[in-house]
Nanobody, 128 residues
Framework: QLTLVESGGGLVQPGGSLTLSCVVSGGTSDYYAIGWFRQAPGKEREGVSCMRSRGGTMNYADSVKGRFTISRDNAKNTVYLQMNSLTPEDTAVYYC?????????????????????WGQGTQVTVSA
């Protein structure tokens, strides 16, 4: 049983930056992929960026490529999402999720339906 806790959301001006954190506990070696997903009001959930827990393979949504960076600190059991050049279109609740199935990482993030464990989410609002 994994527990994921996100933090780092907040209000930021367009062009600004935020770093989200996701602390994983309860069997931290028992997942094969971990990712960030987001859901804006009235929109479906979309994948932002995911990475394999071993090997470091990662993917990004086209809308965030070049602006967002996913990374991991194994010693802290924490996954990060560095977000730069934020726009109002990035406003959403951001979720961290873990997949316990050993399957290849797709070229682009899915909507997360196959992910098994989810955090509670953290709000990111980009507004002047």
């Amino acid at each position: 049983q994994l527990t994921l806790v996100e933090s780092g959301g907040g209000l930021v001006q367009p062009g600004g930056s935020l770093t989200l954190s996701c602390v994983v506990s309860g069997g931290t070696s028992d997942y094969y992929a971990i990712g960030w997903f987001r859901q804006a009001p009235g929109k479906e959930r979309e994948g932002v960026s995911c990475m394999r827990s071993r090997g470091g393979t990662m993917n990004y949504a086209d809308s965030v490529k070049g602006r967002f960076t996913i990374s991991r600190d194994n010693a802290k059991n924490t996954v990060y999402l560095q977000m730069n050049s934020l726009t109002p279109e990035d406003t959403a609740v951001y979720y961290c999720a873990a997949d316990v199935d050993d399957v290849p990482l797709p070229t682009r993030p899915s909507n997360g339906n196959e992910y098994d464990y989810w955090g509670q989410g953290t709000q990111v609002t980009v507004s002047a």
